[in-house]
Structures are given as structure tokens and as C-alpha cells.
């Protein structure tokens, strides 16, 4: 069956089911519907939209007749301002337009999802701002004389909660915000101004706000919404994946798991508060601090925060979701972060269908960071093309988090560098410092001049300055002890750092200082910088 519509040039032909696609009339999917289309041009209609009457009577506009017409530049619809869809209801004579969904005949009363008040239709031309969304409104809105709101017809159907991309928690809507320290603030999704006493999607456990028309774009949101319960349940059974508890203790006033099994490694795990030293975390690869799992007969550590990572997570900047992928000990998994470019051998999150690895100190920043060394909130951004310099350590990057009041910029690795430290130099823990008052510009480590507007580590009690480099290495996320191999070398090799005693590099020549590859096999001598290695795999 085939129907000739003024819309296209071509036949449209008609199809029972579902298409996989959308509609030019409307712009949503054609799922499980019946449709007229052109599979020539990549032209589809819902059955609906393409048996639609050329003429109607609208209450909105009773002076004349709407006839259905293609859109053209500047039919945006009066309703909801918004353009794109390929027919509208248009009246010539006044230059009045209404696209086909706000066209349907609006109820003179309708009960919103978001407010507990029902909402009457005012049928008559008025500018308005719209209380639901913060945009403004020529025509029709809806009110509610209870609560003095005024919301566009379209917002009556804005969902109470949403999940995000950019938001590891629910959002909420709201009409405005209760605790704002003034009557503005910035999105955190696009950091433009956003009225605290209009209606917005905001996330009560971190202050997180953001528009309506922001948190509800395709790249953001998935259309889909779920209530708290559903979110509670679904974070447990998330965790409940990947931990079994085993045994419980009462620390204090609370109940801790002091045996766990964790999915990432085959023995139980013991919990802890005594700092081992000179281990390192097998999930994040930071030093271990209390508190923390261990399996002492693998060398096997994990901070009590990376034990409990879900399995699955979102990002802000990656439209699938991550899954969790444990640390093996027998492959040769070294990834390089996606975000930061550091190379780590842990735990990572990971998108198989675009091969996207992120590691876990910049899987927990948000797209929103509050830190020490800034009074003001920094926002991430990706992929700028003029480079911006680093406050922590002068680098030019392209990924960072930006201050929209200053311009002042870290990069993921100085922004996810720990607040303290500890070194073989020093007895103390070493604090990261921002700000260089002291008279030594010197390293204790290395000896060399420290650039004073760079941060550093410091120990008030004794004076010492290191830079960051120094105190956790070039590479300080690979885990020493960790085997690996190559084409090149029939053994095994381990990773080690090499404080003294260089031995050559086998690729270079150069001495080995500190992370390499040695072999295994004690009458084997062979040695290569990991740099080298990394060179070859990039």
C-alpha cells in the first residue's frame, strides 16, 4: 500500500512494525507502529502524523484555520518554541504556527507529574516565564493558582527523576531551589547562569543543578526514568555483584565486613586500619591507606573505597555505560587512561565498543571538582583545541578541569594527586602543597630547582620540599612486582625501580632509573626501561 503525501516527493510505502528509526513529522522513534516511509531518502511517518487532516480548528487560535504545511525558516511553534519538524500547523494570515504535537487539542485540566496541584489550561496569547522549565512563553500556558506557577504545556510532562550521564546520582525536578546563596548560580552542564527560582533537575546530595532543556538533551539522557527505591536497589545489587561478605565485626558504633570475597582476585580478603608500607593499592595504584582489604599471601591490597566501586558506572563524558575490570595476573594489561594518559596496571573502567579505558582516580571526579587549592568550583572540559596550562605543574593540556570565574585550569593528574604523602626522606607524612612561601626552591630528592609556582609535597616539622614526581615516580600507578612479557624476551618479566646500581637498558643503552622491566629468571639479565616498552606499544 502506498500513499501519495504532500510532504514528499516520492510514494511513501507503508510498513506494519517496527522501523528503527523516527519520524520526520514529529522526530520520534517509530517503534512497534505502523508507518508510511521512502527508504529512498530516509523519509518516515508514523501512520498517525501521515494521516493527519490539512485543516483543523484550534482553541489556541480561533480566528482562522491551521493548514498543515511543511516547516520552513522561522515556523518555530508558539507553544514550545521549538523547530526542526518537518510539518506544522500554520495560519499565513497571522504568521501563527504550532507543530504537530502541540497542535493536539490541549486538556483544560492536567495533573503533572512533578507538582502535586493540578494545572488549568489559560488559553490566550501572554508572555510568561515558565516556572518548570526558566525559559519564556508567548502562548497557552498552564498555571496553578495554588502555587502562583506558570509552566509551558510541554513541561506538564517533564519526569520527577532522571539519571543522567554527567551525575553519578538521581536528579530530581524542582521549581526552585530552597538553599541558594543568591538568586543565580551556574548550570554543571553547561556553567551558564541558571535563575535559582526557576524550575531545574538538581541533585540534592551534592548541590548538583542543571536547566531542564540541559539535562534533558539526547547526549544526557536516555529518555528513561526510575524512582529512588528502584536506584537503591539497583546500586546494592551492583555491589552485591562483586563482594560477598563473609564475616562481620562491630567497629565502634557500626557493623564492618572484616572478610570479603571480592570478584576481583581468588582468595578472601581481610580488612585492616594498619598502613603497610611500601605497598600499593591493586585497584587505584596510590600507596594503601588505612582503611583496606588484604590478601597478605598474594601481596594483594585494596583500599575499603576501591573494594567497593560498582561494577557498572556512568561518566560524564562517554555516552555508554563503563564496566569495572578487575587487575589479572596473567596478562598484560598496562593501560593507558583515556582521560589523563597515565598508564596504570589496576583496576579500570572500561567501554568495550569503543575501547574506552578510564582508570579510577579520574573515574571519581564528576564533571564538577571542589578542591584545596581552588576557592572556586573547576568544570571539566575535553579535546580543546588550544592547550591550557596547568596550575599544578605548567603542562599544556587539552583535558583539564576550568575555573569559568578565573580561568584557572588543573589537569586530571594534579587535580587527582593525593593530599598527603609518604617518602623514604622523610619520618612525617608529606603534605601537597599550592603555594610556595618557603626560602627552599630545591628538591631534596632529585636536588633540582623547583619551579616555586608549582605544587609540591612538604613536611613542615622538617623543611623538606619534594616535587611530585619524585616522591611517587614516573610511572607511579604500575604496581612493582607485577609481571609481564613481551615478543622480544622468552621469560617473564617483573616490574622494579631501580634506586641505585643503573644497569643498562637492553633497548637503549641508557640506565635503568625507575620503572623497568627485569627479568624473572635470576640467571637471566635482561633488563628494558618501561618507557621504552611503552614507546613500542603506542
Given at each position: 500500500m502506498e500513499l501519495h503525501h504532500f510532504s514528499h516527493t516520492?510514494?511513501?510505502?507503508?510498513?506494519?512494525?517496527?522501523?528503527?528509526?523516527?519520524?520526520?513529522?514529529?522526530?520520534?522513534?517509530?517503534?512497534?507502529?505502523?508507518?508510511?516511509?521512502?527508504?529512498?531518502?530516509?523519509?518516515?511517518?508514523?501512520r498517525r502524523c501521515a494521516e493527519l487532516p490539512r485543516e483543523i480548528s484550534h482553541p489556541v487560535h480561533r480566528r482562522h484555520p491551521l493548514l498543515l504545511q511543511p516547516y520552513q525558516q522561522g515556523l518555530d511553534c508558539v507553544l514550545c518554541r521549538r523547530s526542526g519538524q518537518s510539518l506544522v500547523y500554520y495560519c499565513s494570515l497571522c504568521y501563527f504556527?504550532?507543530?504537530?504535537?502541540?497542535?493536539?487539542?490541549?486538556?483544560?485540566?492536567?495533573?503533572?507529574?512533578?507538582?502535586?496541584?493540578?494545572?488549568?489550561?489559560?488559553?490566550?496569547?501572554?508572555?510568561?516565564?515558565?516556572?518548570?522549565?526558566?525559559?519564556?512563553?508567548?502562548?497557552?500556558?498552564?498555571?496553578?493558582?495554588?502555587?502562583?506557577l506558570t509552566v509551558h504545556n510541554h513541561c506538564i510532562s517533564l519526569p520527577r527523576t532522571i539519571r543522567i550521564i554527567r551525575h553519578e546520582h538521581l536528579l530530581k525536578h524542582t521549581f526552585f531551589l530552597?538553599?541558594?546563596?543568591?538568586?543565580?548560580?551556574?548550570?554543571?552542564?553547561?556553567?551558564?547562569?541558571?535563575?535559582?527560582?526557576?524550575?531545574?533537575y538538581h541533585c540534592p546530595a551534592c548541590d548538583y543543578a542543571a536547566h531542564v532543556h540541559c539535562a534533558t538533551r539526547s547526549n544526557i539522557w536516555d529518555g528513561t526514568t526510575r524512582d529512588e527505591q528502584d536506584d537503591t536497589e539497583s546500586s546494592e545489587a551492583r555491589l552485591d555483584s562483586i563482594i560477598r561478605v563473609v564475616k562481620e565485626i562491630k567497629l565502634g558504633e557500626d557493623m564492618i565486613a572484616a572478610e570479603i570475597e571480592h570478584f576481583s582476585h581468588e582468595?578472601?580478603?581481610?580488612?585492616?586500619?594498619?598502613?603497610?608500607?611500601?605497598?600499593?593499592?591493586?585497584g587505584c595504584g596510590i600507596p594503601i591507606s588505612s582503611p583496606f582489604y588484604s590478601c597478605e599471601g598474594c601481596d594483594f591490597f585494596l583500599h575499603k573505597?576501591?573494594?567497593?566501586?560498582?561494577?557498572?558506572?556512568?561518566?560524564?563524558?562517554?555516552?555508554?555505560t563503563l564496566t569495572l575490570q578487575p587487575k589479572s595476573p596473567h596478562s598484560n594489561r598496562v593501560l593507558a587512561c583515556n582521560?589523563?594518559?597515565?598508564?596504570?596496571?589496576?583496576?579500570?573502567?572500561?567501554c568495550e565498543r569503543c575501547s574506552f579505558n578510564l582508570d579510577l582516580r579520574c573515574s571519581s571526579i564528576s564533571d564538577t571538582l571542589t578542591h584545596q587549592a581552588h576557592e572556586h568550583s573547576l568544570f571539566a572540559f575535553f579535546n580543546r583545541a588550544a592547550l591550557r596550562e596547568?596550575?599544578?605543574?605548567?603542562?599544556?593540556?587539552?583535558?583539564?578541569?576550568?575555573c569559568h570565574e578565573c580561568g584557572y585550569v588543573l589537569d586530571f593528574k594534579c587535580a587527582t594527586l593525593p593530599l598527603t604523602a609518604m617518602h623514604s626522606y622523610d619520618d612525617h607524612p608529606l603534605k601537597l602543597t599550592f603555594q610556595d612561601d618557603s626560602d627552599q626552591l630545591e628538591c631534596d630528592v632529585c636536588e633540582d630547582k623547583r619551579n616555586p609556582n608549582h605544587w609540591f609535597y612538604s613536611c613542615d616539622d622538617c623543611g623538606v620540599t619534594i616535587h611530585p614526581e619524585c616522591v611517587f615516580g614516573k610511572y607511579p600507578y604500575i604496581k612493582v612486582g607485577d609481571t609481564y612479557t613481551i615478543d622480544s624476551h622468552p621469560h617473564s618479566l617483573r616490574f622494579v625501580k631501580?634506586?641505585?646500581?643503573?644497569?643498562?637498558?637492553?633497548?637503549?643503552?641508557?640506565?635503568?632509573?625507575?620503572?623497568?622491566?627485569?627479568?624473572?629468571?635470576?640467571?637471566?639479565s635482561f633488563i628494558v626501561h618501561w618507557e621504552c616498552v611503552a614507546l613500542n606499544k603506542s
Open positions: 516520492h510514494p511513501l510505502t507503508f510498513y506494519e512494525g517496527p522501523e528503527n528509526t523516527y519520524c520526520s513529522g514529529c522526530l520520534e522513534s517509530i517503534v512497534k507502529e505502523s508507518s508510511y516511509g521512502c527508504s529512498q531518502c530516509d523519509y518516515f511517518l508514523h504556527s504550532l507543530d504537530i504535537k502541540c497542535a493536539e487539542i490541549l486538556p483544560p485540566v492536567i495533573q503533572s507529574k512533578t507538582h502535586e496541584h493540578p494545572f488549568t489550561l489559560l488559553c490566550k496569547k501572554i508572555s510568561f516565564s515558565c516556572d518548570a522549565c526558566g525559559r519564556d512563553g508567548s502562548h497557552s500556558p498552564y498555571v496553578c493558582t495554588s502555587c502562583n530552597h538553599e541558594s546563596e543568591s538568586d543565580w548560580r551556574r548550570c554543571s552542564i553547561c556553567h551558564e547562569g541558571l535563575r535559582a527560582d526557576r524550575g531545574c582468595h578472601t580478603l581481610i580488612f585492616s586500619n594498619e598502613v603497610k608500607d611500601d605497598k600499593g593499592c591493586d573505597t576501591c573494594a567497593e566501586l560498582p561494577r557498572n558506572k556512568l561518566y560524564p563524558f562517554h555516552q555508554h582521560v589523563c594518559s597515565i598508564y596504570s596496571n589496576g583496576f579500570s573502567y572500561n596547568c596550575k599544578g605543574c605548567g603542562a599544556l593540556e587539552k583535558n583539564g578541569l576550568g631501580k634506586t641505585e646500581k643503573y644497569p643498562s637498558c637492553n633497548s637503549c643503552g641508557q640506565p635503568c632509573t625507575d620503572l623497568a622491566l627485569e627479568c624473572a629468571e635470576s640467571e637471566c
